[in-house]
């Protein structure tokens, strides 16, 4: 089965500062992969997706990520932080068997300091 | 819209004690699904349903039932509640296809004294 690793529990940056959030996946052929972010008390939200193409992916609130088949990761980044952007992320893979399942790393929490 | 709406938000049960979690959607998903939320370990899916009249086991669906009467509905049943069903309850559905988007719910909090 198709599983995602973020091997960041939590992750501390300040404002302004760059910002790159880990994730590796299990998978033989192309995965479909997704980043989504929670927000306190909130649901999930997606942010960008991969399915083929090019390996720069641009989601929204200026988050981008880059799928790298030989290190099987599919990280994601954002140039500058801003304190808005506090929240929990979560890396996320569908299953191929069928497509029907979608399968969540366990998240990781940032923290923006002033 | 109103997307995809859980209720009850919060619910406090005594061990053994049963209750229902009602998901609904207005977004004509083919697929629905229910995770639960602990901390430490992500979303980890408990059962899904694949189109109305169909469910089917995730990771973790010990204690838990599921139904879909109807395509708009999916329902999270736990019989005879335990302490470690205490966790936050996430409704979410998509349509088929390797990259669909799950739209989630805002959750409903369960705690089992």
């Known amino acids: 089965a198709q599983s995602v690793t973020q091997p960041d529990i939590h992750i501390t940056v300040s404002e302004g500062a760059s910002l790159e959030l880990r994730c590796n996946y299990s998978?033989?052929?192309?995965?479909?992969l997704f980043w989504y972010v929670q927000s306190p008390g909130q649901g999930l939200q997606l942010l960008l997706k991969y399915f083929s193409g090019d390996t720069l992916v641009q989601g929204i609130k200026g988050f981008e990520a880059e799928f790298k088949r030989s290190q099987s990761s599919f990280n994601l980044r954002k140039p500058s932080v801003h304190w808005s952007d506090a929240a929990e992320y979560f890396c996320?893979?569908?299953?191929?068997?069928?497509?029907?399942?979608?399968?969540f790393g366990t998240g990781t929490k940032l923290q923006v300091i002033p | 819209n109103a997307g995809v709406t859980q209720t009850p938000k919060f619910r406090v049960l005594k061990t053994g004690q049963s209750m229902t979690l009602l998901c609904a959607q207005d977004m004509n998903h083919e697929y629905m699904y229910w995770y639960r939320q602990d901390p430490g370990m992500g979303l980890r899916l408990i059962h899904y349903?694949?189109?109305?009249?169909?469910?089917a086991k995730g990771e973790v669906p010990d204690g838990y039932n599921v139904s879909r009467l109807k395509k708009q509905n999916f329902l999270l049943g736990l019989e005879s509640a335990a302490p470690s069903q205490t966790s936050v309850y996430f409704c979410a559905g998509r349509q088929p296809g390797p990259t669909g988007e799950l739209f989630f719910g805002e959750g409903s909090r369960l705690t089992v004294l």
């Open positions: 349903s694949v189109g109305e009249g169909t469910t």
């Open positions: 998978y033989g052929a192309t995965p479909y």
């Open positions: 996320a893979v569908t299953d191929s068997g069928g497509y029907q399942k979608v399968t």
